[in-house]
T-cell receptor
Framework: AQRVTQPEKLLSVFKGAPVELKCNYS??????LFWYVQYSRQRLQLLLR??SRESIKGFTADLNKGETSFHLKKPFAQEEDSAMYYC?????????????FGKGTHLIIQP | DAGVIQSPRHEVTEMGQEVTLRCKPI?????LFWYRQTMMRGLELLIY????????DSGMPEDRFSAKMPNASFSTLKIQPSEPRDSAVYFC?????????????FGEGSRLTVL
């Protein structure tokens, strides 16, 4: 069975510092990886997906199949980045089978 | 569109009572997912439907849980009888499957407390 691991429950960094949220997965096939974010009092929403190779709100994530990782990075953190971040995996294209989520990392950006 | 709509937002009930959670997906979406979120286990996929048909219910914890989708605009998750360990936030999500993407759109969740 597939599994997503986010080793940090809480990550606190200062504004302007680099941020890296770690995500590792286990799955024997070729999964699709996603990052979802939940800001305070808002719904869980898609931040980015690996197949798009895009940067959203300054965040990027590269799929490393050798290390089975999909870490989320941003060079300069902003206070509005404070939120819960969830890494997720889909066995099928576009999440057609539903997503397997990690337990999430609470990111706090200190002023 | 108002997005995925869930009701009730909060439910407090006593052990043994029946609980029904409701979900209205985004119009035009053809897949619907029920998730449960707890501190210990995070977000767990309970069941999902494609075109109103249940595809995979392997995440449903036990027979006390059941889900239906009678039409494209409505789904229910029922717990009967409820137990304190069912206390959690239950999320419904919908998506359009049929091409690139398939982003899941989540509701605001239903927070269930079983006393």
């Amino acid at each position: 069975a597939q599994r997503v691991t986010q080793p940090e429950k809480l990550l606190s960094v200062f504004k302007g510092a680099p941020v890296e949220l770690k995500c590792n997965y286990s799955y024997s096939g070729s999964p699709e990886l996603f990052w979802y974010v939940q800001y305070s009092r808002q719904r869980l929403q898609l931040l980015l997906r690996h197949i798009s190779r895009e940067s959203i709100k300054g965040f990027t994530a590269d799929l490393n199949k050798g290390e089975t990782s999909f870490h989320l990075k941003k060079p300069f953190a902003q206070e509005e980045d404070s939120a819960m971040y969830y890494c997720a995996l889909s066995r099928m294209g576009g999440g057609a089978d539903g997503l397997t989520f990690g337990k999430g990392t609470h990111l706090i950006i200190q002023p | 569109d108002a997005g995925v709509i869930q009701s009730p937002r909060h439910e407090v009930t006593e052990m043994g009572q029946e609980v029904t959670l409701r979900c209205k997906p985004i119009s035009g979406h053809n897949s619907l997912f029920w998730y449960r979120q707890t501190m210990m286990r995070g977000l767990e996929l309970l069941i999902y439907f494609n075109n109103n048909v249940p595809i995979d219910d392997s995440g449903m914890p036990e027979d006390r849980f059941s889900a239906k989708m009678p039409n494209a605009s409505f789904s229910t998750l029922k717990i009967q009888p409820s137990e304190p360990r069912d206390s959690a936030v239950y999320f419904c999500a919908s998506s359009f499957q049929g091409g690139f993407g398939g982003e899941l759109f989540f509701g605001e969740g239903s927070r269930l407390t079983v006393l």
